[in-house]
């Protein structure tokens, strides 16, 4: 079946415009994350999903983050007043049910962010 | 709180030899450990993963990984690297007696294999 999809695939804007990044998780995933990857960098969390609970946004680096996800499907990771230094490839991912649980995260290809 | 090293930041091998990429781990609880790979301008693949039972894990590609408690480590071995090895790996964890499944990753191993 299909993986995870993301789009846009590259996303060149300027410093202040505010970017909207989505997510297609896998069908039946119920587990969504976004991750930023920095140029020669590990993934440091952002925000996680899971079904209708309220999300674990602890990652989240500045209130200029934010992200939705409707039901159990698509998710966008909103970054207003864009810097910078948010100048990553984003990077979303899905699972099975996660509570207590040791499923592994599928990811999408990511979103290129380039912020002039 | 849970933390991973991966102390290398690059492994050089010759194609044909054995492979090792390091990892090390912090967590309060059990770990679930995990070792993804990442092809450039791809997202990252799974590669394998260890929650509990025999210590060595195998994996996709070849790729097998040691779980060892006593060292806290989850050390990535393949015994005969390929050129398509060559890749940016990473492990991660999370600690299995929380709620929430909340990856930590480590800073990642690039891997080059000559042929």
């Known amino acids: 079946g299909a993986g995870v999809s993301q789009s846009p695939s590259n996303k060149v804007t300027e410093k202040g415009k505010d970017v909207e990044l989505r997510c297609d998780p896998i069908?039946?995933?119920?587990?969504l994350y976004w991750y930023r990857q920095r140029l020669g960098q590990g993934l440091e969390f952002l925000i996680y999903?899971?079904?209708?609970?309220?999300?674990?946004k602890s990652g989240l680096p500045s209130d200029r983050f934010s992200a939705e996800r409707t039901g159990e499907s698509v998710s966008t990771l909103t970054i207003q007043r864009t810097q910078q230094e948010d100048s990553a490839v984003y990077l979303c991912?899905?699972?099975?049910?996660?509570?207590?649980?040791?499923?592994?995260?599928?990811f999408g290809p990511g979103t290129r962010l380039t912020v002039l | 709180a849970q933390s991973v090293a991966q102390p290398e930041d690059q492994v050089n091998v010759a194609e044909g030899n054995p492979l090792t990429v390091k990892c090390t781990y912090s967590?309060?609880?059990?770990?679930?450990l995990f070792w993804y790979v990442q092809y450039p301008n791809r997202g990252l693949q799974f590669l394998l993963k260890?929650?509990?039972?025999?210590?060595l894990v195998k994996g996709s590609y070849g790729f097998e990984a040691e779980f060892n408690k006593s060292q806290t480590s989850f050390h990535l071995k393949k015994p005969s690297a390929l050129v398509s090895d060559s890749a940016l790996y990473f492990c991660?964890?999370?600690?299995?007696?929380?709620?929430?499944?909340?990856?930590?990753f480590g800073g990642g191993t690039r891997v080059l294999v000559k042929p």
């Open positions: 999903f899971q079904g209708n609970s309220a999300p674990d």
């Open positions: 991912a899905s699972s099975l049910f996660a509570v207590f649980s040791y499923n592994e995260q599928f």
């Open positions: 967590v309060s609880g059990n770990p679930y």
């Open positions: 260890y929650i509990t039972g025999d210590n």
């Open positions: 069908s039946g995933h119920t587990a």
């Open positions: 991660a964890v999370r600690d299995g007696m929380t709620a929430g499944n909340k990856l930590t």
